[in-house]
């Protein structure tokens, strides 16, 4: 987390939607094969399309606990997770940062390390996803995703030459 200046990290292998029958699939795997780049002890960085609360890493140093909590307006887990998601890419906005929306980093060894014990299937009934839709519309949020590859390349390379200085 620190050698990317993410604060968040919500894992990804736990997220049923970056399977590919049966098989963890990342959007986009970047392998670290240059010594230039070990000094940040990555070996390499995946990208994934989704990610949930199932596990969490926080790095609260730079932000006020109030940044890192969910938004308990909510009981449907997506609009919780894409609230909490959205809100902290457009803390970010204007910065160097890896808070995207639709690719979420990862390290490698992430998958292997945690798994879905059990499926989670929520039941909310339609009525309450209504009432949480029309109050997730209203907040006009910028949920647009950021999966341009390029971008989130040239986002990490930024991250990397200015920590090298």
């Known amino acids: ?23 963890y699939n990342p959007r986009l ?11 940040f002890g990555l070996d390499g960085i995946a990208f994934t399309s989704h990610s949930n609360a199932a596990w969490i890493a926080y790095n609260m140093s730079n932000y006020s606990e ?14 919780m997770i894409i609230e909490f998601l959205a809100r902290r890419k ?22 292997g390390v945690f798994k879905i014990v059990a499926p989670y299937d929520e039941k909310v ?6 009432e949480e839709n029309d109050k997730f519309v209203a907040m006009n949020l910028n949920i647009t995703p950021d999966n341009l590859i390029d971008n989130v ?11 090298e200085g």
């Open 66 to 79: 109030a940044a890192f909590l969910f938004n308990e307006q909510f009981t449907a887990r997506m609009f």
């Open 29 to 39: 795997v970047i392998e670290f094969d240059e010594e230039r780049w070990q000094k």
């Open 153 to 163: 390349l040239e986002i990490l390379y930024n991250i990397f030459k200015e920590k």
């Open 1 to 23: 987390m620190h050698a990317i200046k993410l604060d968040v990290w919500l894992n990804t292998v736990c997220d049923g939607m970056n399977y590919v029958y049966s098989k």
């Open 125 to 130: 009934s339609d009525d309450i996803m209504k």
């Open 90 to 111: 457009a803390m970010n906005a204007g910065k160097t940062s890896l808070c995207l929306m639709n690719m979420y980093p990862t390290v490698k060894s992430e998958n």
